[in-house]
């Protein structure tokens, strides 16, 4: 090799490009350690959510993936932060400041430990040849960025409800539950006791039914608009259909 950068009298040029290197190695280290990190501590889940209407906020959406999903790698990922927390954190004194810094380390990264992309696939049409085809692209909707601790607490939440199986059900159940005593009394009163189908009138009450005119498994919601009073009979007639 004959490169010669300098002669005697530009030793600046050793220094500059000295320190540009160990520059250039410092900054490698830790963009690969900051990332590895992030690669280690962020797990991000793909959510089709073609199907499913109404959901509103942060809650739901990661309430329906909780309950929609199986949730073992959810666990795992968990358990692997956990762990690795652990290790890290070795028989380090808690009140030093290293054990602070660590566990400040892992508390940032963690805000994005589960990341999760809701999607809808949307159809879009090409012509070629003057034949037109359908091909489908997804389209992101909403992307959550879940703390481990958060989705921890949640998943306990939705586990110690045991009836909320699916996100519809989890509708119908808060549904429901919005459906008042006041609103009920409400309603008898405005219907006058008497089923808005058949026009039979109950004053004693008895078989007298609050009806969601759209039903709650159809997305209704209890709101006075959508209530009405029908009789046993009716109410069992329409099950499910919107009248
Ligand atoms: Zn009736």
């Not at 004194?93 to 589960?114: C, E, M, Q, V, W």
């Not at 006058?192 to 109950?202: D, R, S, W």
């Amino acid at each position: 090799m004959n490169i010669v950068f300098a002669s005697s009298d530009n030793w600046i040029a050793y220094i500059v490009l000295g320190i540009s290197i160990v520059i250039a190695v410092l900054t490698v280290v830790t963009i690969i350690i900051v990332h590895h990190l992030n690669y280690f501590l962020s797990k991000t889940f793909e959510i089709n959510i073609s199907r499913i209407k109404g959901i509103k906020n942060g809650d739901d959406a990661l309430d329906y993936f909780i309950m929609k999903f199986d949730l073992t790698e959810v666990e795992n990922h968990l358990l692997k932060i956990e762990n690795r927390k652990q290790e890290k954190l070795g028989d380090l004194d808690p009140s030093s400041k290293k054990y602070k810094r660590i566990l400040k380390r892992f508390d940032k990264k963690g805000n994005k430990a589960f990341i999760l992309k809701f999607y809808r696939l949307k159809t879009r049409y090409q012509q070629i040849d003057y034949e037109r085809s359908s091909y489908k692209i997804k389209e992101y909707s909403y992307i959550l960025h879940v703390k481990d601790s958060i989705m921890k607490n949640r998943i306990n939440f939705v586990k110690n409800n045991g009836n909320l199986v699916t996100f519809s059900k989890y509708n119908d159940v808060d549904q429901r539950k919005a459906l008042t005593k006041e609103m009920r009394e409400y309603v008898k009163k405005r219907d006058n006791y008497t089923c808005q189908i058949c026009g039979k009138y109950m004053p004693d009450e008895v078989g007298l039914h609050i009806d969601h005119i759209i039903p709650v498994s159809r997305g209704g919601k209890s709101v006075i608009s959508n209530l009405q009073v029908l009789c046993s009979k009716c109410n069992g007639k329409k099950g499910n259909k919107k009248i």
